[in-house]
């Protein structure tokens, strides 16, 4: 068998899922034994067949996976319960394995695969995709790249008629059916302190967050970024999040604000002192890149 | 062989794994530790805390790169932005060589994130090979295969592992980091003597050593990097000093983690066999 195709034989086994009992499956890939296939390119030794010693490679892929999303996604993990959790990730993985060199990016597409298939977050989709969303944001948030911030000079003769302004790549805006930055707190308070010795303190945290996971609707618009690279999570007003989009999606200043304000309950006359706040706010927590000069084309 | 061309002519001693639980310990303690090793991909990100831990520690360590996903046996080509992010890495550290490991694990852009083991044919040595030769000319800094552990062989394998190994490295002209721990445990799990592994190893072409604990189960051993060195693999590091001299060894540990303290006393029991390998070039 040459490289390629033995690999690819290999591959198919390993990246099969696991039975309910978390063994390899009796069933080969594309039908058959799982016994005949394995012991077509693994040679058996004096303690292990082919299938054992195949099955030690299919079932440590599988405990890696599985373990890297439960890491990075807890809150979900609370909102599904642990065994809907799991199933939902052999799932997942069966249909968006791993593309990448590291296991970092594997739940990039968690979010639009839960669109994609709401059966597994049932009623508590729109719960389960928010808090999907806050995750992988949070995952971006702490370490994407950090431009140099835009200062007060690169504005001094900026018009916002023109001006376009760069949110922070390790920037990330969400807008949220459902509060679930306190849902994910509560989460991460809850593993922190796994380690307390009262067994009563931990059956009451754990109901804890089991309330929280039970949130009601309250929308809110939620920035998630970094200051001396620990994330954070800000809660900002429906106009901050407005204007924000807007200038992500490349509009000059003056469309962001204005459409911003269009459809605002705020009264007119507090718009102006709305957006200097914003800019202060903006500015001394460095969410903006300085524009990029190019260089003049010389004749 | 202390400095040689597959390190960078570097001699540097005794180091361990740099790891997230001992981060605080480092910074704030400063303690003394010959050199660090990473695993190259925690690193290869655009910015946030991860890069500037590893701007801190460069400031006051030697670090050097070992990655988990080269998969030079792969027979796919190398992934070029895991190797223009390499590259970016390696010009931040400066590290003297890179390691990766001797096996595959992604096949027709899917990943395992495994190390999965190479059949030891000659089609697969030529094809690592020259994958090995991509990935040096790309980076312009030497390049160190590292044997794996195994828990399988393959029916169309031509040759024993080592052998395997020697026509890789002649074929690619690299070094090699050599994991004494995973020679263990491989000849516990395919019945070889792992002292044939050790003496048949190229002694002028190891740039680094590898040492580690691991599990042992009813039918096989695991190379889990959880428990001290046992006193097996202390035997055969013996030997490779013996053969190899004083070399760059580190202690990897990656599971159940102890103090900085422990990790640390632990990879300088390696101090005893490398201060004999020197006694026995003085005399």
């Known amino acids: 068998m040459k490289l390629l195709a033995l690999q690819r034989t290999m591959a198919r086994a390993v990246m099969q899922p696991l039975s309910r009992s978390e063994h390899m499956q009796e069933k080969a890939p594309g039908g058959g034994k799982m016994r005949a296939y394995a012991s077509r390119f693994i040679k058996p030794n004096d303690r292990l067949t082919s299938f054992e010693r195949l099955e030690i490679y299919n079932r440590q892929y599988w405990f890696r996976l599985l373990s890297a999303l439960a890491e990075d996604f807890p809150g979900l993990r609370s909102v599904l319960g642990d065994k809907q959790f799991d199933a939902m990730c052999k799932a997942y993985i069966v249909d968006c394995p791993s593309t990448s060199f590291t296991l970092r990016n594997l739940g990039s597409k968690m979010e639009s695969w839960l669109r994609a298939h709401p059966k597994w977050a049932g009623k508590k989709q729109s719960l389960a995709l928010d808090i999907a969303r806050l995750e992988w944001a949070d995952i971006e948030a702490f370490d994407n790249q950090s431009k140099p911030a835009l200062c007060a000079e690169d504005l001094a003769t900026a018009d916002a008629e023109t001006l376009k302004l760069e949110l922070q790549p390790y920037v990330r805006l969400l807008d949220l059916a459902y509060p679930v930055d306190d849902l994910l707190l509560a989460v991460r308070k809850e593993d922190d302190t796994d380690f307390a010795s009262n067994a009563f303190s931990e059956k009451r945290k754990k109901k804890h967050v089991r309330a929280v996971a039970k949130l009601d609707p309250q929308p809110i618009y939620l920035v998630v970024h970094r200051i001396d690279n620990s994330v954070y999570f800000r809660r900002i007003a429906p106009e901050e999040f407005a204007v924000l989009t807007a200038l992500s999606k490349g509009k000059t200043l003056a469309k962001a604000l204005d459409s911003a304000f269009r459809k605002s309950k705020m009264p007119p006359e507090e718009h102006a002192a709305a957006v200097q706040k914003y800019f202060q706010t903006w500015a001394t927590l460095g969410w903006f890149c300085r524009p990029q000069r190019t260089k003049a084309v010389s004749a | ?283």
């Open chain 2, 1 to 283: 062989m202390p400095a040689n061309k597959f390190n960078g002519f570097t001699d540097y001693g005794i180091g361990i794994g740099l790891r997230a639980t001992h981060y605080d310990h480092i910074l704030s303690r400063k303690p003394v530790c010959d050199w660090f090793e990473i695993i190259s991909e925690n690193f290869m990100i655009d910015g946030g805390r991860p890069l500037q831990i590893l701007d801190e520690i460069l400031e006051q360590y030697k670090v050097v790169q070992h990655g988990v996903s080269m998969y030079f046996g792969s027979a796919e080509k190398p992934n070029r932005e895991h190797l223009r992010r390499l590259k970016d890495l390696v010009k931040r550290t400066k590290t003297p060589w890179v390691s990766d490991h001797l096996c595959w694990g992604s096949v027709d852009g899917r990943y395992t994130h495994d190390l999965l083991p190479m059949p030891y044919t000659f089609e697969a040595a030529k094809i690592t090979a020259q994958k090995v030769r991509e990935v040096r000319d790309f980076l312009e800094i030497p390049v160190a295969v590292e044997n794996v552990s195994s828990y399988a062989e393959y029916h169309v394998s031509e040759m024993t592992e080592w052998e395997f190994l020697n026509e890789v490295v002649e074929r690619a002209d690299c070094g090699i980091l050599l994991d004494v721990n995973n020679i263990y445990v491989s000849s516990q799990n395919h019945s070889f003597n792992p002292l044939d592994y050790v003496n048949s190893v190229p002694a002028e072409r190891v740039a680094q050593i590898h040492i580690a604990g691991h599990s042992k189960y009813r039918k096989y051993i695991l190379d889990t990097h959880d428990h001290p060195v046992i006193d097996p693999v202390w035997r055969l590091y013996d030997r490779t000093i013996q053969r190899v001299g004083h070399t760059a060894t580190l202690l990897e540990w990656d599971d159940s983690i102890p103090t900085f303290k422990e990790v640390h006393d632990e990879a300088l029991k390696a101090d005893k066999f490398l201060a004999s390998s020197v006694l026995a070039t003085a005399v």
